[in-house]
Nanobody, 116 residues
Framework: QVQLVESGGGLVQPGGSLRLSCAAS????????MGWYRQAPGKQRELVAN???????NYADSVKGRFTISRDNVKSTVYLQMNSLKPEDTAVYYC??????????WGQGTQVTVSS
């Protein structure tokens, strides 16, 4: 059974930082491209960042320079370090595992709220 379990969300003030974690089980983690997506109320889910098997990273323009994605293949965990958070970063953040376009798994999501 595949599980992606996110943690690390919460309430933070503008300018603050959070680190999200996503622990994977039931998959051969190292062969998956791992990503973070987010969905704000009334908006479509959007890609925040992803990291492939060669650790090549890709970021949405809105988070470049503020967010950093990384992975630990030994722990089967992907991280999203979020700095200089803005109110517009408020959303539910979802972890994604993708392999060659054939296997696509999602976590249950973790709420991030940026507010004073």
């Amino acid at each position: 059974q595949v599980q992606l379990v996110e943690s690390g969300g919460g309430l933070v003030q503008p300018g603050g930082s959070l680190r999200l974690s996503c622990a994977a089980s039931g998959i051969f983690f190292s062969i998956y491209t791992m990503g973070w997506y987010r969905q704000a109320p009334g908006k479509q889910r959007e890609l925040v960042a992803n990291i492939n098997t060669n650790r090549f990273t890709n970021y949405a323009d809105s988070v470049k320079g503020r967010f950093t994605i990384s992975r630990d293949n030994v722990k089967s965990t992907v991280y999203l370090q979020m700095n200089s958070l803005k109110p517009e970063d408020t959303a539910v953040y979802y972890c994604n595992a993708l392999h060659l376009g054939t296997s696509n798994y999602w976590g249950q999501g973790t709420q991030v709220t940026v507010s004073s």
